[in-house]
């Protein structure tokens, strides 16, 4: 009998946690993921650091390019900053506090700005040597990616990638625009100069980008330092489109509106992609620029909303034109892996183009099937629950959040011994010990969003297994938009 009882509370334990949408604190989720950017930082640390376990790191960044490139954020688990999911992370961020900044706590609006500048602040240093110039990484991604270390001991080669005139790099640049625009509006209120410094940088970068038209990753100096990990795989042209875009939200200069009219044909805008990420900007570019159609009535720009309406109707399983798949437990999944990327874009854009839907009261026409405001917002919330635990293994995917989240992520500091803890050195190959660990990461990465589940709702909690352990900024980003929303409105949709 005793043998019957410990049996039944072995298989107690090992099923998943029930978790239901009305137990998640939407609140506490959007702290988190806004505090999940410390533990990203790179350069000196101030003394509010609140990610505690992380020290400095890439002081001499840029040095041997004679410049200063020191602070910004490592990208994911690794130690490099590459320039361009840095720009879009940036891009998001800035875009999370212009949409839902004004419902968020002022304590979490504080710091989701401290780190919007903890960007920009390095990406004005890497546009600070244009018209002629643009950084775009810092990091040889072979050597670190050889090497298991804390950026507090990266002893790996901190390689300068460059870009200078005439070798086009407008994908870089041209998000690179998009991220100091975005800024700007984010900053205009609280700082004025400073808004007024990244408005003026945002218009040099994108002057380069549209001058010198092509993929930073074609320059045979640039390829082998970003390729296979960012290269520019979609085409440079959705970058020139939305840096030009939101360039014309935040400097209200008609000519960018004429840009994005004028040259849409000729630069893909009207091929109807149905993504949106680091690398491909068509779904984020026709919600941001349909804003101008339905708040603004400049009907001129109507393809964009056509497009995205499109978009919205690929994600409504009534729809006629509904296509991208889901898991059986209900999220979003696209192949490829990290896909929780994928998942908190779209629900960022469900929840913006409600907002543009309800401002001019309209709603989605999707063949035989309609869906307004609400129903977006349903669509967006389902898939912020999923990601906090709502979800057939009952997990978080979010680190730190909920009882039950990934212990064993993807990211060197997370899993070896802190500086404060270790302060010797853990030369390049001897940290494969940690990473081959079964146990969990020494330093909880509060707020990370792993990479996420498989197409079958699988999550193994393998560090070994990046795509699906592995956080990174450009999954975060949006994310905290996303739940700002939800906890201001955490009533049901």
């Known amino acids: 009998m005793k043998r019957m009882h410990l049996l039944l509370l072995v298989l107690l334990f090992d099923l998943p946690l029930q978790i239901r ?195 930073y990753s074609d320059n045979a100096n640039i390829k082998d330092g970003v390729c296979p990990f960012y290269c520019d795989f979609d085409g440079y042209q959705d970058e020139l489109l939305w840096g030009a875009a939101w360039l014309a939200r935040a400097s209200q200069d008609a000519s960018y509106l004429n840009y994005i009219q004028n040259n849409g044909k000729t630069l893909g805008a009207d091929d109807n992609i149905n993504e949106f990420g680091w690398d491909n900007k068509h779904a984020g570019l026709n919600v941001l620029v349909s804003k101008e159609v339905l708040v603004g009535n400049v009907y001129s720009l109507q393809s964009y909303k056509s497009s995205a309406d499109s978009f919205m109707c690929t994600l409504i399983p009534e729809s006629d034109s509904y296509h991208i798949p889901y898991t059986p437990g209900g999220l979003i999944f696209k192949p490829g892996g990290s896909n929780l990327q994928h998942v908190t874009t779209a629900a960022f854009l469900l929840l913006v183009y409600a907002a543009y839907l309800d401002r001019s009261s309209q709603i989605v026409s999707c063949g035989g099937a309609t869906a307004g405001p609400a129903e977006l917002r349903r669509l967006a919330r389902r898939q912020a629950d999923y990601i906090l635990g709502d979800n057939p293994k009952g997990m978080s995917y979010m680190v730190g959040y909920g009882k039950h989240y990934p212990q064993r992520i993807h990211h060197r500091g997370s899993s070896l011994p802190s500086i404060k803890d270790h302060p010797q050195a853990i030369a390049c190959k001897e940290g494969s010990v940690y990473f ?44 905290v938009g996303v739940l700002a929303y939800f906890a201001a409105n955490s009533g049901p949709t």
Not at 63 to 73: F, I, Q, V
Request: net charge negative.
């Open 436 to 479: 081959n660990s079964t146990g969990p990461n020494p330093n909880v990465l509060v707020g990370a969003v792993v990479g996420g589940p498989g197409e079958d709702d699988v999550y193994d909690d393998d560090r070994a297994d990046f795509r699906k352990s592995e956080p990174t900024t450009y999954i975060n980003a949006p994310f």
């Open 21 to 215: 949408s009305s137990d998640l604190d939407y609140a506490d989720a959007l702290s988190k993921s806004i505090l999940f950017f410390e533990g990203q930082r790179s350069g000196f640390l101030p003394a509010d650091q609140r990610m505690t376990w992380r020290g400095n790191s890439g002081l001499s960044d840029g040095r041997m390019a004679n410049a200063d490139l020191a602070g910004g954020y490592y990208d994911a688990g690794d130690n490099v900053k590459f320039g361009f999911p840095m720009a879009f992370s940036t891009t998001m961020l800035a875009w999370s506090v212009i949409e839902f900044g004004d419902e968020m706590p002022a304590s979490d609006r504080r710091s989701a700005l401290v780190a919007v500048r903890w960007a920009t602040d390095y990406l004005l240093k890497t546009v600070s040597q244009l018209p002629n110039r643009i950084f775009v990484q810092v990091g040889d991604p072979i050597s670190d990616h050889n090497c298991w270390e804390r950026p507090e001991d990266m002893d790996t080669a901190r390689t300068v990638y460059t870009v200078e005139s005439p070798n086009a790099a407008s994908d870089v640049a041209g998000e690179t625009a998009a991220a100091l625009a975005a800024s700007s509006i984010a900053f205009r209120s609280s700082d004025p100069g400073y808004s007024e410094t990244l408005l003026m940088s945002a218009i040099k970068a994108f002057q380069y980008a549209d001058t010198y038209r092509g993929a």
